[in-house]
């Protein structure tokens, strides 16, 4: 067995897809990995071009599965591959050459550590003007949270905090699989290095629809953390969380510029509130495990 494998889950990203996996697999000649696309519902031509990589990428599968669901191949790659280290990693993004090696060094290295990503940044060429200001307005004032763009885990630890919680992976129905998997470890268990993942932004039109779609995971995640418990996130105060922000940039320019891009993205948000407001009723009800938790009289009105 391998000492890592990426499971790359894919839909829909015949313009990315080879992108992406070869970008996984630069600069990393210190690990000893697999990549594994999982292409799920895929209905354009992914899963060709993968085929087209086979090839001429070393340890490069693929793996076809027939419903459309990230939460499902997460799940699936998760039983299907055993390693010391899983990489979990969209399909429309490009690490910067040599992360999976760094990640991998990061977690066996620190045995404290179970969970670890790199920063996750807007690709700095060939992207419109519209797409330029999603991807400044998208800059956290800190990276203190797991991206779900690319990421990886210590398998182990993972197994063992979801079998405490009595489930076999990520609950059906979850909207941001990459948050829930944070709730499984202890904040202090979780790492951001210094590498990055670069991705596209959306078009700017399509941002205002992601921070509603936030708003609708965060109150989803809400009941999950209240009832399985959630040793990362609890209630601390306005300067404690400030403080964590600020020890989590180690670099002063990442520090203005995240500034800057919160600043901005309030008046965005403030400027189109009624418009997100809208978009998020348009989510539906917010559900858990299929079922109603959240109907639009009791949702609430608060926004990420």
């Known amino acids: 067995m391998k000492q890592a494998c990426v499971c790359v889950l894919a839909y829909n990203e015949q313009n990315h897809i080879a ?43 693929l793996r076809e599965l027939a419903k459309p669901s990230k939460p499902e191949a997460w799940n699936t790659a998760f039983v299907e591959n055993q390693n010391l280290v899983l990489f979990f990693s969209d399909g429309d993004i490009a690490p910067e050459p040599g992360c999976v090696a760094r990640l991998y060094q990061c977690l066996t290295e620190n045995p404290t ?49 979801l079998k405490e919680r009595e489930l076999d992976g990520i609950p059906s129905g979850i909207v941001g699989e990459d948050a829930f998997v944070q709730t499984l470890v202890p904040r202090t268990a979780f790492r951001v290095t210094e590498q990055r993942v670069f991705y596209e932004p959306p078009a700017l039109s399509d941002y205002y629809k992601y921070l509603a779609r936030i708003r ?69 009800p917010v559900r858990r495990e299929g079922q109603e938790i959240l109907g639009s009289s009791t949702r609430s009105i608060s926004t990420k």
């Open 113 to 161: 550590v179970s969970i670890v990503c790199p920063e996750l940044r807007p690709q700095p060429t060939g992207l419109p003007l519209d797409k330029r200001l999603t991807g400044f307005l998208q800059i956290p004032f800190a990276q203190d949270f797991l991206n779900g763009a690319f990421y990886a885990v210590r398998r182990d630890v993972i197994e063992r905090a």
């Open 216 to 284: 609708w995971q965060n109150e989803q995640l809400a009941y999950y953390r209240d009832e399985l418990g959630d040793p990362v996130r609890k209630k601390s105060s306005t300067v404690q969380r400030l403080r964590e922000k600020l020890s989590a940039t180690r670099r002063f320019t990442r520090l203005i510029e995240g500034a800057m891009s919160t600043a901005t993205r309030r008046i965005v948000t403030a400027a189109n509130r009624r418009r997100i407001d809208n978009l998020y009723r348009k989510l539906g």
């Open 19 to 61: 992108r992406t996996v070869q970008a996984i697999r630069a600069g990393n000649d210190g690990v000893d990995f697999d990549v594994v696309v999982y292409a799920n519902g895929c209905t354009d031509q992914t899963t060709e071009v993968v085929k087209g990589l086979l090839a001429t990428v070393p340890n490069l599968r």
